[in-house]
């Protein structure tokens, strides 16, 4: 059993920052992959930020330049770091973890509001 865990989200003025965090644990031994994907009410899930086992990393053209994905292997967990919020990045935050086999297992999101 594989549990996903993200944390962070919050209420915050556009221009500022946060930092999401995204831990697994149970019946791993390390994360391969991960990605960051954001719901906003009424619209689809979309793909935010990957990081793979090699640590390169991509980002959604929405977000380049303010987001940043990285990991902490020691910890099995994925941060998302947000800088220069917007408005329209409020959604819910989920992660998605690739282990073992390429086995894939999501949290159950976190709420990020950025308030004008």
């Known amino acids: 059993q594989v549990h996903v865990v993200e944390s962070g989200g919050g209420l915050v003025q556009a221009g500022g920052s946060l930092r999401l965090s995204c831990a697994a644990s149970?019946?791993?031994?390390?994360?391969?992959?991960a990605d960051w994907y954001r719901q906003a009410p009424g619209k689809q899930r979309e793909l935010v930020a990957t990081?793979?086992?090699?640590?390169?990393?991509i980002d959604a053209d929405s977000v380049k330049g303010r987001f940043t994905i990285s990991r902490d292997n020691a910890k099995n967990t994925v941060y998302l770091q947000m800088n220069s919020l917007k408005p329209e990045d409020t959604a819910v935050y989920y992660c998605?973890?690739?282990?073992?086999?390429?086995?894939?297992?999501w949290g159950q999101g976190t709420q990020v509001t950025v308030s004008s």
């Open positions: 149970g019946s791993i031994s390390s994360i391969r992959a």
């Open positions: 990081i793979n086992d090699g640590g390169s990393t």
């Open positions: 998605y973890v690739i282990v073992g086999r390429a086995t894939g297992y």
